[in-house]
T-cell receptor, first 111, second 113 residues
């Protein structure tokens, strides 16, 4: 398996600021997905970007994908205290149906 | 409400005592999967199932069994649990097509003493 790697491992920002998290992976992919996990809870799907897409928006979330660099970024704009959580990228590899998760970025938004 | 339900949510047990964690989904999803989550290691896939009676190993299948007799259920079986299986376990499901998100249960925290 080829797990993604998120960067940074932890991020602390003030409410209202933007938060950017990065993900790198190693293989050819069908899509890349971002999930959120509140402490000790299940993962919630945020956004899926296909390999032929370069950018996608959903509310305050913006995701980019650069398949030539095998990297993605998740931008959360105008952060809120409620955005405090861990964020994971996951890749669905070409020809496979499974997801491979990174180790996550722990985001803390200070009110 | 569309959901993936795991039971139990918490379990403390002893080495060698067989246990089963149940997982049920009400979304008619073909694909189901089990993950374990450990600090610093992210989520690792244990087993997955593409459809009824079709199961396959993930990255860390040792010490686990699964079955898929019905579409909605995908139990995880630990025949002889050991302390290194202490972890947070998640069940997930999705439609069996590319570019579909997975839906996760709330997790089961297992402690094997």
């Amino acid at each position: 398996s080829q797990q993604g790697e998120e960067d940074p491992q932890a991020l602390s920002i003030q409410e209202g600021e933007n938060a950017t998290m990065n993900c790198s992976y190693k293989t050819s992919i069908n899509n890349l997905q971002w999930y959120r996990q509140n402490s000790g809870r299940g993962l919630v799907h945020l956004i899926l970007i296909r390999s032929n897409e370069r950018e996608k928006h959903s509310g305050r979330l913006r995701v980019t994908l650069d398949t030539s660099k095998k990297s993605s970024s998740l931008l959360i704009t105008a952060s809120r205290a409620a955005d405090t959580a861990s964020y994971f990228c996951a890749t669905e590899e070409t020809g496979a149906n499974n997801l491979f998760f990174g180790t996550g970025t722990r985001l803390t938004v200070i009110p | 409400e569309a959901q993936v339900t795991q039971n139990p949510r918490y379990l403390i047990t002893v080495t060698g005592k067989k246990l089963t964690v149940t997982c049920s989904q009400n979304m008619n999803h073909e694909y189901m999967s089990w993950y374990r989550q450990d600090p610093g290691l992210g989520l690792r896939q244990i087993y997955y199932s593409m459809n009824v009676e079709v199961t396959d190993k993930g990255d860390v299948p040792e010490g686990y069994k699964v079955s898929r007799k019905e579409k909605r259920n995908f139990p995880l079986i630990l025949e002889s649990p050991s302390p290194n299986q202490t972890s947070l376990y998640f069940c997930a499901s999705k439609f069996n097509r590319n570019n579909q998100p997975q839906h996760f249960g709330d997790g089961t925290r297992l402690s094997i003493l």
